[in-house]
């Protein structure tokens, strides 16, 4: 496992961007998936990125495909999420999450997770 923190999270206006970091203490970051999800009061929680093993290869929720940008530097342990065009239905907790080796199929298998950093988009 990994312990991982989260930063970059605030209010912003509708239209605006936020880049949220997640860095992580432990070893052999370059082995692990990692994701960022996002949950609101009531719901479940939304995988909204995907970075790979592999480098540059990366998946996206509908919902945030072309607006959002998921990359990480290996050599910082870092794992980034750029947010642009932000809408108000994007405002959640967010939350970094790591898995070492494999793709889990559902958020519970992820081994490691941050604390969560709250996003408010206002209209």
């Known amino acids: 496992q990994v312990q991982l923190v989260e930063s970059g999270g605030g209010l912003v206006q509708a239209g605006g961007s936020l880049r949220l970091s997640c860095t992580a203490s432990?070893?052999?970051?370059?082995?692990?998936?990692l994701a960022w999800f996002r949950q609101g009061p009531g719901k479940e929680r939304e995988c909204v990125a995907v970075s790979y093993l592999n480098p540059g290869s990366t998946a996206y929720a509908d919902s945030v495909k072309g607006r959002f940008t998921i990359s990480r530097d290996n050599a910082k342990s870092a794992v980034y999420l750029q947010m642009n065009s932000l809408k108000p239905e994007d405002t959640d907790v967010y939350y970094c999450a790591a898995n070492r080796d494999y793709l889990p199929r559902r958020a519970s298998e992820y081994d490691s997770w941050g604390q969560g950093t709250q996003v408010t988009v206002s209209s």
């Open positions: 432990g070893r052999a970051f370059s082995r692990y998936v």
